[in-house]
């Protein structure tokens, strides 16, 4: 099994994580783990995320 169905497989089985709204609802972002380098990388990390938030924003509307 690859890292991110790993990790995706945990937060749906856990106890805890299992009850967030955006796993329950398969709303669960991979991200590059170096964007979240306390860097300018950092930045992109938060444009991925932008972008993943407004197609679902637009989704629902």
């Not at 300018?40 to 924003?57: C, F, K, P, Q």
Request: glycine share 4%; charged share 25%; proline share 7%.
């Amino acid at each position: 099994m690859d890292a991110l169905a790993a990790k995706v497989a945990f937060l749906k089985s856990d106890p805890v994580t299992s009850t967030l709204g955006a796993v329950r609802n398969d709303r669960i972002v991979p991200l590059d783990p170096q964007a979240l380098n306390p860097t300018t990388r950092v930045i992109d990390g938060l444009e991925s995320m932008a972008s993943v938030v407004e197609m679902i924003s637009s989704k629902e509307n």
